[in-house]
């Protein structure tokens, strides 16, 4: 990472302000001190265009890290559907609560029509 942005005439302020992290949180990854999230460290590849691996970031050499990119993505994409899957049944909960509102009042309208 260091040799990234001195490379590329980065400060570190730059690169932190761009990740949308602390500048003090970046100079720890550069200085080795921590280890970031996998998906920072997606983020930083994709940020450096590849020069900064995810491996490199935490520590991995060749294919030890795909297992866990996948692992890390099953896990995020499993989470996503949790949550769509409730707010669904919250609106189809809502969506009964109208419906049953709407007959109920239709009911009383046909008994006050009908003689």
């Known amino acids: 990472m260091k040799d990234y942005l001195f490379k590329n005439n980065l400060s570190v302020k ?4 761009d990740l949308d992290i602390s500048t ?9 001190e921590r280890k970031p999230s996998i998906e920072l460290a997606q983020r930083i590849e994709e940020y450096t265009q590849g020069d ?5 970031l935490l ?3 060749g294919d030890e ?5 996948v ?3 099953m896990e995020k994409y ?5 949550e769509r899957l409730t707010r669904l049944e919250d609106e189809q909960s809502n969506f ?4 049953d509102a709407i007959e109920t009042r239709l009911s009383r309208l046909e008994s006050e029509i009908t003689p």
């Open 65 to 69: 890290i795909t297992p866990l990119l």
């Open 71 to 73: 692992e890390s993505s």
């Open 24 to 32: 003090s949180y970046l100079y720890q990854l550069i200085r080795r």
């Open 14 to 17: 730059q690169v932190a302000g």
């Open 96 to 99: 009964k609560e109208k419906l």
């Open 52 to 56: 900064v691996t995810v491996g490199k």
């Open 59 to 61: 520590g991995f050499e």
């Open 78 to 82: 499993s989470k996503e559907c949790r």
